[in-house]
């Protein structure tokens, strides 16, 4: 049974917040006023794309008759999936935190796609995994409350696809995107910016240092992982900071 997502007593109370999500191929950015969603893009994401999400922004702020100073919170998808489009989405987010002096709060990419599901499952357990490349799996153990919104139970975790099967015994399992085998997934989920709402504020609601906060990226950029190997040694801070 669809549960009616009402605002959460608990939540930060931010009468403008902007959201970005760039963790997988389909980022989107959300405008959210009043804890209700008055506008959502979509923006195509992935290498050798040019930056779309800075545009949609402007587009979206426009399109709701708000500027960039109105804004009370900035939000950014923590990952994990594509190194550069969570890097792109990140110095997004932190240039617009910084620059109109608002808080920036991190919420988990997998959350954000658990929460596609919240009006097809019942209240309980559930594991929501993507793509981590290399046979693996990032996965997030969530639970769905009795009012529709999802929060973690666990810490990111990477695992086969063998171990996943034995993790998620006996649990609906979420995929997002795209998954090796979809007959054996409860539904296939993505993550939007629009979904916010849909996850319990306690899992996003503290504001991040704009110094030091980065996504999860949950791994190594490939690039990095290659000029490793080849060199035989740890790429230097300097080249990738």
């Not at 994990?80 to 969570?86: A, H, I, K, R």
């Not at 975790?157 to 099967?165: A, F, G, I, P, V």
């Not at 649990?171 to 998954?179: E, F, G, I, K």
Request: net charge negative; hydrophobic share 45%.
């Amino acid at each position: 049974m669809s549960v009616p997502i009402s605002p959460e007593p608990s939540a930060t109370p931010i009468a403008l917040l902007l959201v970005l999500e760039a963790s997988s191929i389909a980022g989107s950015v959300a405008l959210i006023a009043n804890g209700a969603c008055v506008s959502v893009r979509s923006v195509a994401m992935g290498a050798g794309r040019d930056d779309q999400l800075f545009p949609a922004v402007q587009a979206l702020l426009a399109e709701a008759g708000a500027t960039a100073r109105q804004l009370t919170g900035v939000v950014c998808g923590a990952g994990p999936g594509s190194f550069t489009s969570l890097r792109i989405a990140a110095s997004l987010a932190k240039g617009l935190a910084d620059g109109t002096s608002v808080p920036l709060f991190a919420v988990s990419s997998l959350l954000l796609a658990a929460a596609d599901a919240s009006d097809g499952l019942p209240a309980g357990p559930a594991v929501v995994h993507a793509d981590a490349l290399r046979g693996e799996r990032y996965v997030l153990d969530v639970t769905f409350d009795a009012d529709g919104r999802v929060r973690p139970t666990s810490p990111l975790q990477r695992m086969t696809l063998k171990q996943l099967e034995m993790h998620a015994a006996g649990r609906p399992r979420l995929a997002v995107l795209s998954s090796p085998g979809p007959e054996h997934e409860t539904c296939m989920v993505s993550p939007s910016s629009a979904n916010l709402l849909r996850v319990a504020a306690s899992a996003w609601s503290r504001a991040v240092s704009l110094d030091r906060w980065e996504p999860d990226y949950g791994r190594l950029a490939e690039a990095q992982v290659k000029w490793e190997a080849s060199h035989g040694a740890p790429l230097p801070t300097h080249v990738i900071s």
